[in-house]
């Protein structure tokens, strides 16, 4: 398949203004979600004690689950409600439990299970902002050019990965948590204001006839993979990849705790080495044709895997941090492809629901993910889970490779 060329004045960032608004919102806003992080990460590891390896895995597991029970309804949201309000409501919210969060930290009384609580009421509603903003693209943008739009998406969380991996290590060591928490606080807010200056109509698209019921509504995202082998497969590779990717985030602030003696700095270098491979290979893709899809979705998750497994063996940080690369750069393939598939496959009326579903999928793993991680290395050593975790993804990969494809070319009816 051929498509256009995205480049120069051909490219959606400087076709569509309000695209250009909504892309510069999800990047700040993306930065401060990578302090956020890291400075979460840290503090678990630092206050948890001998245990802070299990409570880590818990805090990631908490931040999930919420993601995966709530992600349908979420989604049946997002396809009821304007989109731009249901991005905006799920700002308001996260910012207000982040400010919370602070509070407690600067007056000391923030404890591990007040933070599982906030952390779980953050990450709930995620999915309602996600599934809002993946479900607008071809609003922001055209048919023509909605793929190029999905691959320039993904390169927001890349980009702003890339710049708050690189400053969050530095910035947690000057200003501690509460400092990258409060700079999570006022990307929120920048964001909100971006968003809130789109123009373009964001309303979720009426179908003829009376709406359906909030519980046939859900049911029907759920009828439209039921009804759709190839996609519905497709997103069952991505959850289970995510079992096997997923404990590589857990392991980054272990490793350099405990294997390489590091601070805080190394954990910042290592994420951004994850996240610049992932940068390079989402802008690359960003500027070419839209071919090839299942190819280079096997390329980058056969990447991914046999990076993962380096990662575990060498033992020397510089070259862990190249390996982070290698699996970024498989996974920004993926992640840069996927959703421009999804764009062209999935029907507009149902995209809010389908794509919650895709993140309840991919999400859904990881919690026993984290938690299986975690209990393991009390009895098993960091980089033999490493090197299992990624033999397992490599049987995966290869096993990608004769996925039955969907249709490319034209969009299926609901």
Known sequence: MTGPSFRGRSHPLVLFPDFRKFFAGRFVSAIGDKFFSIALAWWVVSSGGPDSGLHLGLLMAVTVIPIVLFGPLMGTLADRF?????MVGADVVRLLLLLLLAALLAAGRLSLPLL???VFSISLFMPLFEAAANSSLEALTDREHVTAAAAVNSTAFQFSAVIGAALGGAALAALGSLGAFLFDGATFLLSLALILSIRTDLAAPRLPGPRPSWGRSMAEGFAYLGENRPVALLLAVFGAFNFFFSPVLLAIPLAVRFILGEGPLWVGLFEGSLALGALLSALFFSLRPFSGAYGRIAGGLF????????FGVVGHREIMA?????VGLGLGTVNATAPALFQKIVPDAVKGRFFALLTTICYAVMPLAFILFSLTNRFLSLPLLLVANGAGALILALAALRLPHADEEEEDTP
Do not use: K, P, V
């Not at 990447?303 to 380096?310: E, G, H």
């Open 322 to 326: 190249l390996s982070l690369f290698a």
């Open 116 to 118: 599982y609580l906030l």
């Open 82 to 86: 304007h989109r731009r309000n249901c």
């Open 303 to 310: 990447l991914s895997a046999a990076a993962i497994i380096l």
